[in-house]
Every structure is written in C-alpha cells, then in structure tokens.
C-alpha cells in the first residue's frame, strides 16, 4: 500500500512539472510573438524617418549644385608631318571627328595645332593618300594631369615605308620670361643619330662695329628645352640647312628636322615661324636647360 501509495505521488509531481513546462513554453511562444509584432509594427516608421531625411537632403543638396566637381584639363594638339612623301595626310580620331582632309589635309613639312581636346584611349587614324595608301592608329595612352600642349610627329619608320610615331608633352607651369623648345629628329638617312642641333645668338651688325661675339649651345635631338626669349640661329652641326628662331616666351616651339638621304633634302621646321619684332633684338644670355622628356602617348603595337 505504501508503494502504491509513493507510485501516484511521483506520478502527481511528473504531472506538475509537466504542466509547469508547458505553460513555460507557451509563455515563451507569446512572448517571441509579441516582439515580432512590435517589430513589425516599428518598420513602417523608421521607413517614414528615412524617406523624411531624404527629403530635407534634397532641399539642401540638390543634385544639380554638386560641391565635388572634376577637374576640366586643357590639352592641345600639335601634329608634325615628317613623312617624306608628296602626299598629303589625312587625320581623324576614334573613326568619326575629321581633323584634316581634302584640301585641309596635312602635307609633309607641315605641323598644325588642332582645336580637339584628347583622352585616354582616343585613337588618331592617319593615311598617306596619293596612290601610297599608307595607314597607321596611335592610341592615347596616360595623359598629364595638368594642362598640356601634346605634340605628335609623324614620320617614316627606319629600313621602311612604314610609318612611326614620336609623341611629347610641353609642361605647362606658370608665366615665365622663357619659351619652349621641342628639338625633333626625324631625317631619315646615314648617320642620322648622331646629329646635334647648334643654336646661337644671332646678331645683325652694321660696317664700323665692332664685333660682338655669339653664344652658342649644342642640343640633343628629341629633347624639350627651355630658351630666354630672344633672336637665335639654329643649323645641323656638320650640314647645310639653317633656319632663323624668333622665340616669344610663353610660347612653345618645335624645331624639325626632316628629309630623306637622296629623295628630299635635308631642312628645319620651325613652328610657329614668327617675324622678329626688332631686327637687332639680341639675347643677353642663352641658357637653355633640360626640363623632362615626357611621352604623353603610348603607341598601339
């Protein structure tokens, strides 16, 4: 009897705990549902307070006020056409915008400044017309980020008909009392490579004076200088042609040496060629320093 009575007391607490375990779930279960509920109900205001902060940003930001711009560059063109041929060069860039055709086509000799800012990846298309048909694409490669006037020559690759690229890049800085001087070789001949360029004063003298002596620098081809502003004459160490530079400062200038041994003689471009404003303007000092050789384009293979 005892036994049987301790049976159903046990049994009577496994019940209790039983009952208590449960009602514990279920108050468990209405709890977790109270919160998802409240959860639930808390999204459409926090949606509300967002869509009000994009509202008061967009009265005080608008889109079209932007503070953050980027920056604009200005950069030039200059082309050269050194290819010795007697036909003219056409230009276009990325196969749409024509730079120069028909009658405005480039002849050999000749360089222009274009009036069409370039970028990274632009493509310049050039073709030697007259029955040559020659073709060739330079791509932009990185570009300076600053402003910069770009010069690119066009000319006959060694051993060739082919054509080839030189590409540099004048600095362009502050205002200064000098000019820009980009010295480019692009003869094609024996022993070509080992020209220099000799620039000295030039002088005018009358009968009775006396004489004045001259400074005289030997460049390097392929090189960008900077030169005092002043009356100078420049000529091919060891050859015949000479040309007259009037420089201005703050103006960039290109000096050319083109031809082709036994098809067309040797001579300088200058460009621009300007007219000396006083014929006995003199230069007091020639100096001209070595600023950075800079290839602003990157030639497609």
């Not at 049994?11 to 977790?32: E, K």
């Not at 370039?118 to 990185?142: N, P, Q, R």
């Not at 080992?194 to 002596?213: F, Q, R």
């Not at 303007?281 to 290839?295: E, G, I, P, S, Y």
């Amino acid at each position: 009897a005892q036994e049987a009575w301790l049976d159903s007391k046990l049994a009577g607490c496994w019940l209790a705990l039983a009952v208590a375990r449960s009602n514990t779930f279920a108050a468990m279960q209405m709890l977790s549902k109270a919160l998802v509920f409240l959860a639930a109900a808390a999204v459409p205001s926090f949606a509300a307070v967002s869509e009000h902060a994009k509202g008061l940003r967009a009265k005080l930001n608008p889109a079209e006020e932007s503070m953050v711009k980027p920056f604009k560059f200005d950069q030039q063109l200059i082309v050269c056409n050194a290819y010795p041929s007697q036909a003219p060069m056409t230009l276009t860039k990325n196969g749409g915008e024509t730079l120069a055709s028909g009658k405005n086509a480039l002849r050999f000799r000749e360089c222009r400044e274009f009036d069409s800012q370039l970028k990274s990846h632009d493509k310049l298309d050039l073709m030697l017309h007259g029955g040559i048909g020659m073709h060739g694409t330079f791509e932009v490669g990185a570009l300076p980020a600053s402003d910069a006037v770009l010069l690119l020559v066009l000319q006959k690759r060694d051993h060739s008909k082919l054509l080839s690229f030189q590409s540099f890049a004048f600095p362009v800085g502050a205002e200064t009392k000098e000019a820009q001087l980009a010295v480019i070789d692009a003869y094609k001949g024996n022993h070509s490579s080992a020209a220099h360029l000799k620039v000295e004063d030039h002088i005018i003298t009358k009968k009775g004076d006396h004489a004045m002596s001259k400074r005289v620098e030997v460049l390097n081809f392929n090189r960008v200088y900077t030169v005092e502003e002043g009356s100078y004459d420049a000529s091919v160490i060891g050859q015949k042609a000479t040309k007259l530079l009037n420089l201005v400062q703050n103006i960039n200038f290109v000096v050319l040496r083109t031809g082709e041994d036994g098809n067309f003689p040797e001579s300088l471009v200058v460009f621009p060629e300007l007219q000396s404003s006083s014929p006995n303007l003199r230069c007091t000092v020639l100096t001209m320093v070595l600023v950075a050789f800079l290839a602003a384009f990157m030639p497609s293979p």
